[in-house]
């Protein structure tokens, strides 16, 4: 009886073992996916060709797809100006992390207001300190040129 619970212990083990392994291979698999699709983009710019003004095309595609054939859609020209306008387009593979643009977006207007805030506090500090500055000065050379009047006449 005491080999047979072992043998059942043993076997449930395996299949414990064997599910966590399969539900990490299934997680990474998932994870990889959502970044195929979020994280990484073709990116095209094209300038205005002929009656076309110039656009931007997104898609999310492999780096080995990343051209103007493959990216934009619909094609805003035909038959042989194809050619012409997939020249003049500039296509770059982009990878992003979302996760990171998305836990940092929140904050980044509120370091950007205080920069700001803080930057302006230190203007306004300088210009106050110029200001006291310059009226010592005047106050200076209004005492000069009183005791020099003074003195002449």
């Given at each position: 009886?005491?080999?047979?619970?072992?043998?059942?212990?043993?076997?449930?083990?395996?299949?414990?073992?064997?599910?966590?392994?399969?539900?990490?291979?299934?997680?990474?698999?998932?994870?990889?996916?959502?970044?195929?699709?979020?994280?990484?983009?073709?990116?095209?710019?094209?300038?205005?060709?002929?009656?076309?003004?110039?656009?931007?095309?997104?898609?999310?595609?492999?780096?080995?797809?990343?051209?103007?054939?493959?990216?934009?859609?619909?094609?805003?020209?035909?038959?042989?100006?194809?050619?012409?306008?997939?020249?003049?387009?500039?296509?770059?593979?982009?990878?992003?992390?979302?996760?990171?643009i998305k836990d940092h977006?929140?904050?980044?207007?509120?370091?950007?207001?205080?920069?700001?805030?803080?930057?302006?506090?230190?203007?306004?500090?300088?210009?106050?300190?110029?200001?006291?500055?310059?009226?010592?000065?005047?106050?200076?050379?209004?005492?000069?040129?009183?005791?020099?009047?003074?003195?002449?006449?």
């Amino acid at each position: 009886m005491a080999t047979l619970w072992g043998g059942l212990l043993r076997l449930g083990s395996l299949l414990s073992l064997s599910c966590l392994a399969l539900s990490v291979l299934l997680l990474a698999q998932l994870s990889d996916a959502a970044k195929n699709f979020e994280d990484v983009r073709c990116k095209c710019i094209c300038p205005p060709y002929k009656e076309n003004s110039g656009h931007i095309y997104n898609k999310n595609i492999s780096q080995k797809d990343c051209d103007c054939l493959h990216v934009v859609e619909p094609m805003p020209v035909r038959g042989p100006d194809v050619e012409a306008y997939c020249l003049r387009c500039e296509c770059k593979y982009e990878e992003r992390s979302s996760v990171t643009i998305k836990d940092h977006q929140p904050f980044a207007n509120a370091h950007d207001v205080l920069a700001r805030s803080r930057s302006r506090a230190n203007v306004l500090n300088k210009v106050e300190y110029a200001q006291q500055r310059w009226k010592l000065q005047v106050q200076e050379q209004r005492k000069s040129v009183f005791d020099r009047h003074v003195v002449l006449s």
